[in-house]
T-cell receptor, first 115, second 115 residues
Framework: AQKITQTQPGMFVQEKEAVTLDCTYD???????LFWYKQPSSGEMIFLIY??????QNATEGRYSLNFQKARKSANLVISASQLGDSAMYFC????????????FGSGTKLNVKP | DAMVIQNPRYQVTQFGKPVTLSCSQT?????MYWYQQKSSQAPKLLFH???????NEADTPDNFQSRRPNTSFCFLDIRSPGLGDAAMYLC??????????????FGPGTRLTVL
């Protein structure tokens, strides 16, 4: 079974609007971390936001927020007030035990922000 | 600034000619990772080091080897590159284990072309 599933290969959003990128995960470990990364066309992976499995509140970082629904095993990224510079690939990833060494990545969502 | 550096950014090699990609970090992180990423796909973990402890992924071809002479440096050796090895190679680091909240810090990647 896939550890991380991103079902939206591509998304379009109008500049200044909000957009939600979907991510579901599969783990039986009670302790895990969920991450979102942005990858512009230049190739570098940029860390955006983190959510821990024991965190009671949804994570927020500036215009990014994570809609964490533990029972549904989903960790959707919400970008508010989209900007042209948000156009990129977005990857959801999970780190789980034992040892927390390994990160599992989803297949990514290509976001295009339209002016 | 503390960072992960990869050299070269672009590498061209010939079919079957050994090539070495390098990664260095000033973050003093114990864990270093090598990923292969093909176009529009998720990064695929090849192997990782925790200190000098090498962890190979089961499906990483023998053609790929790695060395970590010290905390700061890690090398990816491709012994006989094939056309299918053309990809972006990403190096990443993360802090001491165990902690699910430790995100990975990525370098800018090396784009490998095989002629």
């Amino acid at each position: 079974a896939q550890k991380i599933t991103q079902t939206q290969p591509g998304m379009f959003v109008q500049e200044k609007e909000a957009v939600t990128l979907d991510c579901t995960y599969d783990t039986s470990d009670p302790s895990y971390g969920l991450f979102w990364y942005k990858q512009p066309s230049s190739g570098e992976m940029i860390f955006l936001i983190y959510q821990g499995s024991y965190d009671q509140q949804n994570a927020t970082e500036g215009r990014y927020s994570l809609n964490f629904q533990k029972a549904r095993k989903s960790a959707n990224l919400v970008i508010s007030a989209s900007q042209l510079g948000d156009s990129a690939m977005y990857f959801c990833a999970m780190r789980e035990g034992p040892g927390f060494n390994k990160f599992y990545f989803g297949s990514g969502t290509k976001l295009n922000v339209k002016p | 600034d503390a960072m992960v550096i990869q050299n070269p950014r672009y590498q061209v090699t010939q079919f079957g000619k050994p090539v070495t990609l390098s990664c260095s970090q000033t973050l003093n992180h114990n864990v270093m990772y090598w990923y292969q990423q093909k176009s529009s796909q998720a990064p695929k973990l090849l192997f990782h080091y925790y200190d000098k402890d090498f962890n190979n992924e089961a499906d990483t071809p023998d053609n790929f080897q790695s060395r970590r002479p010290n905390t700061s440096f890690c090398f990816l050796d491709i012994r006989s590159p094939g056309l299918g090895d053309a990809a972006m190679y990403l190096c990443a680091t993360s802090r001491d284990l165990p902690a699910s909240y430790n995100e990975q810090f990525f370098g800018p990647g090396t784009r490998l072309t095989v002629l």
